[in-house]
């Protein structure tokens, strides 16, 4: 993979705690700052889509397990099975 170099300002504090994490773990503090912005990086990202674009209509209440289950089951198979019906 390939990396772009950048500079940032950090707390004095924070690189102290980042040096004796990486020297106990074993890996460089560089690392560590890198896993931290792929971290910051992930919590900030937009999605093109929501996680969740589906909804099922019920009956007004809590379903049970077993009609979630079935609920569910019967997406995928209508998905998995283009003749089936749904």
């Known amino acids: 993979m390939s990396m772009k170099r950048t500079n940032v300002y950090a707390d004095p504090e924070d690189l102290a705690i ?16 890198r896993q931290g912005i792929h971290l910051a990086a992930m919590a900030n990202r937009v ?12 009956p007004g209440r809590t379903p049970s397990k077993a ?7 019967d997406a995928v198979r209508s998905e998995t099975d283009p003749g089936s019906a749904a």
Do not use: C, M, Q
Request: aromatic letters at 8%; proline letters at 3%; hydrophobic letters at 40%.
């Open 47 to 58: 999605w093109d889509e929501p996680l969740f674009s589906r909804t099922f209509e019920g």
């Open 18 to 33: 980042i040096k004796e994490a990486a020297k106990r773990r074993g890996i460089s503090e560089a690392e560590i700052i």
């Open 67 to 73: 009609e979630v289950r079935d609920t569910v089951a």
